[in-house]
């Protein structure tokens, strides 16, 4: 196995996986476990085991492609393979240029400087190890805004796909190669021969991943390989509390001035004091369940850490989340924010309670929003007044996306009693991964990772489809 990482943190992240799957599941040494508790170095882990770590650096590359020479990617995959004929190619262009988000703010910025962005065609770099290597299948993901992308009036998607389909066409490379050409198959689509464009989007909350995320995969099946249908078999999806409510309860933290369980709380509890509590801009059963929610708030409830004992298990996909070795959970703390945004918390994770949905802006009480100017257009023009979204009970959650990093304010927790955004490991369940399962960096850059992967329960069930092609 080898993967290329240019991101420095989710390339630890990765090695230390590499290093994980070295062992069988019950051979696990408890080192690994000890560094996750915070007891062990990492070099103290990769000594006690020397084997096992040089294999793991071997795997997880950190580079750039488009930045290494194309001959040492060439060579490490080579070496890789050691002549093997039956392997996958999995990847995806980095998607910032394509996300409908990222598109629509650079195009705000800088129409030109959108037109002339270089990550559209990033894709060529993948397509160079597809005309240069020949995999008998590949994988490519990305984000749905691919689409409707267009760059000068071409849209992107029907180029990549022609580029796939022929990629010795279509990269451009200097050398005469071989005619090489690929079916391209939906997962979701049973009738594979006649794919269209939108039939590459997975749904995955329609395969049982507990989050509305739409992705596009294209899988590419190199013309002398036997056809088989791939479709995915649906599943129901479980909601969100059924995946994350066995966790520790947490608070959130205090920006700005200082932080303590008491100073917390009394910042909360300070709601029945406020004009907007008070003058009638709340009608009664919100006023009553505001009321009640103030009443379980617990100023002793901690803050989480890189590693807490716990025991729980979740409602769904127990046997997936937890490893019994592990006793706790990594990577589960919290954000600290500003005391008018614990209030706006509190308040909407007791609405969307109230009413099965996050609110509007135009359903906070005048006095509790935000004075930015921003959000009294949005009130105006009715556009992204959804900026304090709770992740409400009893459904999947909505996509985690790698700006979760930067804005708690669309993951919201359910629970007004811990009044917060939601933790990396949160956000992990969310996206399947399991529990021992340990993003290192900053917690901003575990966010980043967390929220730029394929769903490994998704990538699961894609992995027992393709399997049969080899056979």
């Not at 935000?370 to 257009?377: D, L, M």
């Not at 700006?403 to 490991?425: E, M, N, W």
Request: hydrophobic content about 35%.
């Amino acid at each position: 196995m080898l993967s290329i990482e240019a991101d420095r943190f989710a390339h630890r992240t990765l090695e230390l996986r590499a290093f994980f799957r070295q062992f069988r599941r019950e051979n696990v040494p408890d080192e690994y476990y000890q560094y996750l508790k915070g007891e062990l170095s990492r070099d103290a882990l990769f000594t006690s085991h020397p084997r096992e770590a040089k294999a793991a650096s071997k795997e997880a590359w950190l580079g750039e492609l488009g930045n290494i020479p194309d001959t040492d990617v060439d060579n490490r995959i080579r070496g890789t393979l050691n002549g093997a004929d039956k392997w996958l190619l999995i990847g995806g262009p980095p998607c910032q240029a394509y996300s409908l988000v990222g598109r629509s703010r650079i195009r705000g910025e800088d129409p030109k400087k959108y037109e002339k962005d270089s990550r559209h065609f990033l894709y060529q770099e993948y397509l160079r190890i597809i005309a240069e290597h020949r995999p008998p299948v590949f994988i490519m993901e990305n984000v749905k805004g691919l689409l409707s992308a267009t760059v000068r009036n071409e849209p992107m998607f029907q180029r990549i796909l022609a580029d796939l389909a022929a990629p010795a066409n279509g990269f451009k490379g200097n050398k005469k190669r071989k005619r090489l050409e690929y079916r391209l198959v939906s997962v979701v689509n049973p009738n594979n021969n006649q794919a269209l464009p939108e039939d590459f989007l997975v749904r995955a909350e329609n395969f049982g991943i507990p989050q509305l995320r739409h992705r596009i995969i294209i899988v590419g099946i190199r013309s002398d390989i036997s056809e088989l249908p791939l479709a995915l078999s649906p599943s129901q999806s479980p909601s969100i509390e059924q995946v994350i409510d066995d966790l520790p309860r947490l608070r959130s933290g205090l920006s700005k001035q200082p932080d303590s369980g008491e100073a917390w709380r009394n910042t909360i509890a300070s709601i029945d004091e406020q004009k907007w509590f008070l003058n009638g801009q709340l009608d009664a059963t919100m006023r009553r369940k505001l009321a009640r929610a103030l009443d379980r708030l617990n100023s002793e409830v901690g803050r989480g850490g890189e590693y807490a004992k716990y025991t729980g298990r979740p409602d769904r996909y127990a046997e997936w989340f937890i490893d019994p070795k592990l006793g706790g959970i990594p990577n589960h703390s919290t954000r600290s924010h500003m005391a008018a945004d614990l209030q706006r918390y509190f308040f909407a994770s007791v609405y969307a309670d109230c009413n099965g949905r996050a609110p509007l802006l135009q359903n906070f009480p005048r006095d509790l929003l935000p004075q930015h100017k921003n959000v009294q257009n949005a009130l105006v023009e009715s556009r992204f007044n959804d900026r304090f979204r709770v992740q409400t009970k009893g459904r999947p959650a909505t996509t985690v996306v790698s700006h979760i990093s930067k804005d708690g304010h669309y993951f919201i927790h359910y629970d007004p009693a811990q009044c917060r955004s939601l933790t990396v490991r949160e956000a992990a369940r969310l996206q399947t991964f399991p529990d021992n399962y340990f993003f290192e960096g900053p917690r901003t850059e575990q966010y980043k990772q967390v929220g730029n992967a394929v769903p490994p329960l998704l990538a699961k069930q894609i992995a027992e489809a393709v399997i049969d092609l080899f056979t």
